[in-house]
């Protein structure tokens, strides 16, 4: 399922239109960068935890040519015991 999708699906099953499923759907999306931006965790109970966490600057190389990453946060998520069930 795609972003398109995922709209269609929403608007279909809430009983709205295509365009504010579309409002909703961006705007969780937003919200949730917004937070993991800002260093926050985002937890929805039953589905899942977004969170950030530290990757380490290294250094390698490619096809001879020497490099160095700079130390950056990763955005992961955690799902919750109900999503786990759910797909089992």
């Known amino acids: ?5 995922l ?3 929403v608007a279909e099953q809430a009983g709205v239109s295509n365009k504010e499923a579309l409002t909703v759907v961006n705007t969780l999306l937003n919200v949730i960068g917004e937070e993991l931006k800002k260093g926050e965790a985002v937890s929805i109970t039953g589905f899942g935890t977004f969170d950030t966490k ?3 600057g290294r250094e390698g190389t490619f096809r001879g040519f020497k490099y160095h990453t700079d130390d950056h946060r990763s955005p992961v998520f ?6 786990k069930e759910q797909v089992r």
Do not use: D, P, S, Y
């Not at 955690?78 to 999503?83: D, M, P, V």
């Open 54 to 56: 530290k990757v380490e």
């Open 78 to 83: 955690t799902a919750g015991k109900t999503l």
């Open 7 to 9: 709209i269609r699906t």
């Open 1 to 5: 399922m795609n972003k398109t999708e």
